[in-house]
């Protein structure tokens, strides 16, 4: 897979100039290049999204209006829809009129160096941006430093006919967004977007509906009890659309066992009967797999509805272990019923989690109790 950085690259750059030159004739397309360009190869994705901005800087009109006028006027049109309200690419014909997709990352990193002092000005431009890629990133600093005078501006968002302004409304307030900015305020306290979440989280886009939910799972991480609360309250006569919205921002208290989110699902109770867990090898090298076989065996007269996750110790390079959990089945035991579940859990590196070996043990969650365990060792 090409690593993300590679979708800004000289390409991108001379398509942004030819646009920028397009929207002001005065724009010094020449200039704007080279800077963009300097050494951009040798660059992670991030560096290379600011030179950008920066070279931007050094060739918009300096008057920040203005800049924002020839932005507006560099953009194609915006990111068509799908039925579900899920963005769509545009064709060949649309993105040759402007600009879209991960320039306007830059150009929204632009807007928020050098927009602070005029934030109306501002929020129109990020408007205009979202409906083209995202401007989730560059609207937090503006959070972070005006809430007063973005609050307001987000509520009326929230009505957007876009779909694409309505998610950044979601999106670029979540406490906890990988990549963005950490908003501290909204960690400690989350009230300011609540009502916003609970205007959208019916939205007619899946894609919105969504972001509504990375939201409040943000928001669990901190406030566990609120979103439990949140989930029971929005359940009652919740549509399937709303109700697949709660589950979804439900996933990481579930995993973690939290009490009152499962009894929102109707998930407080263990397993009534016995579940063993085994593997398919007692050791195992990095890079392979090894087979994960359940065995339920209910003795309750009614059906059991039941999670059953599992959570891997993995050892760190220190010999300590950490716990990390993983999805397994969702389901309803029969009266009586037994079942076995098989899975392979893969062992191959990832970026974000780097495999040592040692003895690892993995843990069988039920409905968020650990009922069963197993170990391997897990080779070089």
């Not at 397993?271 to 195992?284: K, P, V, Y």
């Amino acid at each position: 897979m090409e690593p993300f950085k590679n979708l800004i690259n000289a390409t991108t750059v001379s398509s942004a100039g030819q646009h920028l030159q397009r929207a002001w004739s005065d724009f010094d397309r020449p200039r704007f290049e080279a800077l963009a360009n300097h050494g951009l190869d040798a660059l992670e994705l991030k560096a290379r999204m600011l030179q950008l901005a920066d070279a931007m800087r050094a060739t918009l009109p300096g008057d920040f209006n203005a800049a924002c006028s020839v932005l507006e006027a560099s953009l194609a049109p915006p990111l068509p829809l799908d039925a579900r309200g899920e963005p769509e690419g545009l064709t060949s014909a649309q993105a040759s009129t402007g600009l879209a997709g991960w320039v306007i990352w830059s150009m929204g990193e632009f807007v928020a160096r050098h927009g602070q002092h005029d934030v109306p000005r501002s929020l129109v431009c990020l408007h205009a941006l979202t409906q083209r890629s995202t401007a989730e990133f560059a609207i937090r600093p503006f959070i972070q430093q005006q809430p007063q005078a973005v609050w307001p501006v987000l509520a009326r968002w929230a009505n957007d006919p876009s779909a694409h302004v309505r998610r950044l409304v979601s999106e670029g307030s979540r406490p906890r967004l990988p990549w963005g900015l950490r908003l501290q305020a909204l960690v400690a306290d989350p009230t300011p977007a609540l009502p916003l979440l609970r205007a959208l989280q019916d939205d007619t886009s899946s894609y919105v509906r969504r972001s509504v939910a990375n939201h409040l799972n943000d928001i669990a991480k901190d406030h566990p009890d609120l979103v439990a609360d949140w989930v029971k309250d929005h359940l009652i006569q919740a549509t399937p659309e709303r109700s697949t919205l709660l589950r979804h921002a439900s996933r990481s208290l579930i995993k973690q066992g939290h009490a009152p989110t499962l009894a929102a699902w109707g998930l407080a109770s263990g397993l009534t009967g016995r579940a063993t867990l085994s593997l398919s090898a007692a050791q195992a090298a990095v890079g392979d797999a090894i087979g994960l076989r359940v065995t339920l065996q209910s003795t309750a007269r009614q059906p059991q509805p039941l999670e059953i996750d599992y959570a891997v110790q993995h050892v760190r390079a220190n010999g300590s272990s950490s716990p990390k959990v993983f999805k397994g089945w969702k389901l309803s035991l029969a009266a009586g019923e037994e079942r076995a579940l098989d899975k392979r859990h893969s062992l191959k590196p990832v970026t974000t989690r780097t495999l040592y070996p040692g003895m690892h043990r993995i843990e069988l969650l039920v409905n968020g109790l650990a009922l069963a365990e197993a170990t391997f060792d897990l080779k070089p």
